[in-house]
């Protein structure tokens, strides 16, 4: 039986890059990262209808640098950079001791951000719009936005069906085997009367790194020199 690789995990160090960016001792790694995922966890709860697609925290020493890219930038920064503020002097409460940093990014074409479109898709199945019209339109709308492959799953009682099943589309290519290719991936939760559905989205955006096998390999051993270098 095959087994699936996660498309940004399998990818980290080559085309990705890593959510959270930071070294704890053995001791501290648990709680260092349930202090991320609260962070993330409160941002986004805080600021939903910004369209956050990615939230990332890097830690050096004594100061906490937080960027997050979403679609609705004004809604987190707000008037003057007085909400932004407020955000930072929170999370500076939230985890005491660190100097806290928060940049923000819009994300430009949110159609061909695989997180939002997942949220939208999951968005317009708890509203009851029926699960292939939304997905038809978020794969048109990522085409016309350049994407170059989609492919998108929805799995649950689907329309309040007995049995659970999972149907999917795909358009164009999705080479989910190669390393360089540029695939963005997300996931949301649908939560209907019938109970969870799960939207899975993959956008495939092109090749990053040109050339074959060679040449991927070279740049993950580069890579793999810089960090035992810093370390």
């Given at each position: 039986?095959?087994?699936?690789?996660?498309?940004?995990?399998?990818?980290?160090?080559?085309?990705?890059?890593?959510?959270?960016?930071?070294?704890?001792?053995?001791?501290?790694y648990a709680q260092t990262l349930h202090e991320?995922?609260?962070?993330?966890?409160?941002?986004?709860?805080?600021?939903?209808?910004?369209?956050?697609?990615?939230?990332?925290?890097?830690?050096?020493?004594?100061?906490?640098?937080?960027?997050?890219?979403?679609?609705?930038?004004?809604?987190?920064?707000?008037?003057?950079?007085?909400?932004?503020?407020?955000?930072?002097?929170?999370?500076?409460?939230?985890?005491?001791?660190?100097?806290?940093?928060?940049?923000?990014?819009?994300?430009?074409?949110?159609?061909?951000?695989?997180?939002?479109?997942?949220?939208?898709?999951?968005?317009?199945?708890?509203?009851?719009?029926?699960?292939?019209?939304?997905?038809?339109?978020?794969?048109?709308?990522?085409?016309?936005?350049?994407?170059?492959?989609?492919?998108?799953?929805?799995?649950?009682?689907?329309?309040?069906?007995?049995?659970?099943?999972?149907?999917?589309?795909?358009?164009?290519?999705?080479?989910?085997?190669?390393?360089?290719?540029?695939?963005?991936?997300?996931?949301?939760?649908?939560?209907?009367?019938?109970?969870?559905?799960?939207?899975?989205?993959?956008?495939?955006?092109?090749?990053?790194?040109?050339?074959?096998?060679?040449?991927?390999?070279?740049?993950?051993?580069?890579?793999?020199?810089?960090?035992?270098?810093?370390?």
């Amino acid at each position: 039986m095959g087994q699936k690789t996660h498309p940004i995990g399998f990818r980290l160090g080559v085309t990705k890059s890593w959510d959270s960016k930071w070294y704890a001792p053995k001791k501290e790694y648990a709680q260092t990262l349930h202090e991320d995922l609260k962070i993330k966890r409160y941002i986004k709860d805080r600021y939903k209808v910004a369209g956050i697609s990615r939230i990332d925290v890097e830690r050096i020493v004594d100061k906490l640098k937080i960027r997050v890219y979403a679609s609705r930038p004004a809604i987190i920064i707000g008037r003057k950079g007085q909400e932004v503020e407020l955000l930072k002097k929170t999370i500076e409460k939230m985890i005491s001791g660190k100097e806290v940093t928060i940049n923000v990014t819009e994300v430009r074409v949110p159609e061909a951000d695989a997180q939002l479109v997942a949220e939208d898709i999951a968005l317009q199945i708890e509203r009851r719009v029926s699960h292939r019209r939304a997905m038809k339109r978020a794969i048109d709308n990522a085409l016309k936005a350049g994407a170059k492959g989609v492919k998108i799953q929805v799995k649950g009682r689907i329309g309040g069906a007995e049995l659970a099943r999972k149907e999917w589309f795909l358009v164009g290519r999705m080479p989910l085997q190669t390393l360089r290719a540029d695939i963005d991936y997300g996931f949301a939760t649908a939560y209907t009367k019938y109970g969870i559905l799960s939207v899975k989205v993959w956008i495939y955006k092109g090749d990053i790194l040109k050339g074959g096998k060679e040449e991927v390999l070279k740049k993950i051993e580069e890579d793999l020199a810089k960090v035992s270098q810093e370390v």
